[in-house]
Nanobody
């Protein structure tokens, strides 16, 4: 059974950091593209960062460039999102999803298209 489980969310003050984890089971990440997406109240889902696992090609939404970093660990079958210098507008529920045969940029452009997604983890940036 293909499954993705996120963790690492929480409440953090502006300027703080969090690292989100997305652990996969039931399949191996090696031939996939993994994306981190964000659901914010009153807004459509948006692609935050995506990575093609085989070659590490990555894509970042403009608002997070220079602050967030996506990485993968093939041994742990996991993808991470390191989030630094967090802002209130980063608040939302973050979830990861998986697709095959798609570039990172294309995956981030289509939040509703995926083979599977996790339930998400909440991030609140507030003082």
């Amino acid at each position: 059974q293909v499954q993705l489980v996120e963790s690492g969310g929480g409440l953090v003050q502006p300027g703080g950091s969090l690292t989100l984890s997305c652990v996969a089971s039931g399949f191996t990440l090696g031939d996939t593209t993994i994306g981190w997406f964000r659901q914010a109240p009153g807004k459509e889902d948006e692609g935050v960062s995506c990575i093609t696992v085989n070659d590490g090609e990555s894509y970042y939404q403009d608002s997070v460039k220079g602050r967030f970093a996506i990485s993968r660990d093939l041994v742990k079958n996991a993808v991470y999102l390191q989030m630094n210098r967090l802002k209130p507008e980063d608040t939302g529920r973050y979830y990861c999803s998986v697709r095959y045969d798609v570039a990172a940029r294309s995956m981030c452009a289509a939040p509703s298209v995926h083979v599977a997604r996790g339930p998400g983890t909440s991030v609140t940036v507030s003082s």
